[in-house]
């Protein structure tokens, strides 16, 4: 990496001790950028409409309802046509395309400082990363598994895609420094493919410096390609070659094939480690600090799943973020907790308690109360005013005048049949709970309402292990720890179950990689790579039958009393 990595290191450090400064200034600096949006806004169809451009805007958006996405889809057409000053001054370089995991998918307007704001948002996080002992000084490379996903130019001629593509893109001569793997493997959309090149390459460094992917399912897949592929890797690793069989475009391979010669040192000191059962993180790259992924909410079912490929690496996570705006920093090994970001947008926090009150107001993050939950609310660069993210956080602790979060859970993801209102939270305590109990490790899950069966009952999707009489017994003994554990977090489930206004839970069992293929499909179907994620809750009773009708193996019930 020649000087890159000191310096790399150093801009990190910097970064990350300015943000650190501000923690004692959150409110002004929070209220700073406020103005600033406000007095873009003034020049807005959609601010004049709100009535900014008057004398006191300050005053008239404390008096704003919260708006969601369905709010602004009609001003983003017409920008996507090439109107401007719809929802804000500044002219839009990119829209940032949503999968669409949790809702409709969205198209959200970037501009050039959005654009830089997110470039030094990496370093910030890195830094943070770097301060809290996760990251180690920069000395290799990064491994940042990921997809490009363009869908070509809106009718206006922006262009659009993932957010995480454009961002990456306007890395520009600092990613071919600091990523281990060449442009051309971020731009091959099929997935095991991918993977495999994301290894070829990073093998080749000893001195890894990182892995890093935006959901913590990306890394799992990863390392088990990594453990089922290994003698195929090594074998390209050695003779500088790719595999035949992966599915990749011609002009790609011959671009990487020309960027790769045999390492066969490498080759021979990876072989050793395989053959001595070391083939493992800590031991293929030494200098790894951390792996830098979402860990969160529903996301630590991965994150656990994860820890036999890493021995002692931690895991940390390092920004807290949506396709409309950033929301905090992780600065804890510990926990996955989030430092609330002043800069990136003005940040505000409606009372969970008040979610469903179309008069309920947000007040501003610092003055929430520890220990209290709150949706958060965002009023953006890109012209979206008190803007409803549908997220759920905890606030746990201050640091000086800045809020530090946790993640919960997406509001609206929870099953309600009867009025039990069971969260995702829930389902997610309960699984990890029955899974530590009966000692089975799952490869990925949902539940879902099942509203054929009367009385109705709660549907337990997992993806199938090894077949044989004893997994069946394991299988029963997951479902009763899953449901016995579900009554114990979730009282209202638990009462109607007493009341039998619910019936026992059932459980279907899946084909081995039967989630791999929805996330394929979905991809094919145009979905962003990087974005696509498993809900863990899914409301819709018919989800199964439809997203999974030929991957059933076999289903199992509760008897109740």
Not at 101 to 111: D, E, F, L, Q, Y
Not at 173 to 186: H, K, N, T, W, Y
């Amino acid at each position: 990496m020649g000087a890159a990595g000191p310096a790399v290191t150093w801009l990190m450090g910097r970064s990350a001790d300015k943000f650190m400064k501000q923690t004692g200034r959150f409110a002004a600096a929070s209220q700073e950028t406020l103005d600033k949006i406000l007095a873009m806004s003034r020049g807005t169809e959609y601010g004049r409409r709100c009535g900014l451009d008057g004398a006191a805007p300050r005053k008239v958006f404390e008096t704003l309802p919260t708006t969601t996405y369905s709010d602004y889809a009609p001003y983003i057409e017409r920008m996507a046509a090439g109107e401007q000053n719809v929802l804000c001054t500044d002219p839009i370089i990119f829209f940032s395309t949503t999968s669409g995991t949790t809702g409709p998918p969205k198209m959200i307007p970037v501009t050039k400082p959005i654009m830089r704001l997110t470039l030094i948002e990496k370093f910030v996080s890195a830094g943070l990363a770097y301060r809290a002992g996760a990251l180690k000084p920069m000395h290799g490379p990064m491994m940042t598994i990921m997809t490009e996903h363009l869908s070509g130019l809106t009718a206006g001629g922006v262009p659009k895609g993932a957010a995480t593509t454009g961002g990456f893109k306007n890395m520009g001569p600092v990613g071919d420094m600091i990523l281990s793997s060449p442009a051309e493997v971020m731009r091959v959309h099929d997935q095991k493919a991918s993977r495999y090149l994301h290894l070829l390459f990073g093998l080749r460094h000893e001195h890894l410096w990182t892995i890093l992917a935006f959901f913590p399912a990306t890394i799992l897949f990863c390392m088990r390609d990594l453990q089922a592929q290994s003698e195929q890797l090594l074998r390209d690793l050695a003779d500088g070659t790719i595999n035949p069989d992966l599915e990749l475009p011609t002009e790609i391979r011959t671009s990487l094939a020309q960027r790769l010669r045999p390492d066969r040192a490498r080759a021979r000191a990876l072989t050793n480690l395989l053959e001595s059962d070391r083939f493992d993180v800590p031991h293929i790259w030494p200098d790894m600090g951390c792996i830098l992924t979402a860990t969160g909410g529903g996301f630590r079912f991965y994150a656990d799943q994860l820890r036999p490929f890493l021995g002692d690496v931690p895991i940390f996570s390092p920004i807290y973020s949506a396709s409309e705006s950033s929301v905090g920093y992780g600065y804890s090994l510990e926990n996955p907790y989030y430092l609330l970001l002043p800069e990136s947008s003005y940040l505000e926090l409606l009372p969970e308690e008040q979610i469903d009150d179309p008069e309920a107001r947000p007040i501003p993050a610092w003055q929430a109360k520890p220990g209290s939950s709150y949706e958060v609310i965002v009023t953006t660069m890109s012209g979206f005013l008190r803007y409803r993210l549908h997220d759920i956080v905890r606030v746990v602790d201050f640091l000086h005048q800045t809020p530090i979060v946790e993640f919960v859970e997406r509001q609206g993801q929870l099953i309600d049949v009867v009025g039990e209102k069971t969260a995702e939270h829930h389902i997610a305590e309960a699984i990890a709970a029955a899974c530590y109990r009966v000692k089975a490790r799952l490869l990925d899950y949902f539940v879902s309402p099942d509203t054929e069966q009367t009385p109705a009952s709660y549907l337990l999707a997992i993806e199938s292990w090894q077949s044989g009489s004893k997994n069946s017994q394991l299988i029963r003994e997951l479902l009763g720890a899953v449901e016995a554990s579900l009554r114990q977090v979730a009282p209202d489930y638990d009462e109607e179950r007493e009341l039998g206004t619910l019936g026992p839970m059932a459980l279907a069992v899946l084909k081995p990689g039967a989630f791999e293929r929805l996330r394929e499909k979905r991809i094919e179907a145009g979905g962003a790579a990087n974005q696509i994620k498993t809900p863990h809750v899914i409301p819709d009773p018919g989800f199964l039958r439809k997203q999974f009708k030929h991957e059933i193996l076999s289903h199992f019930h509760i008897k109740d009393r």
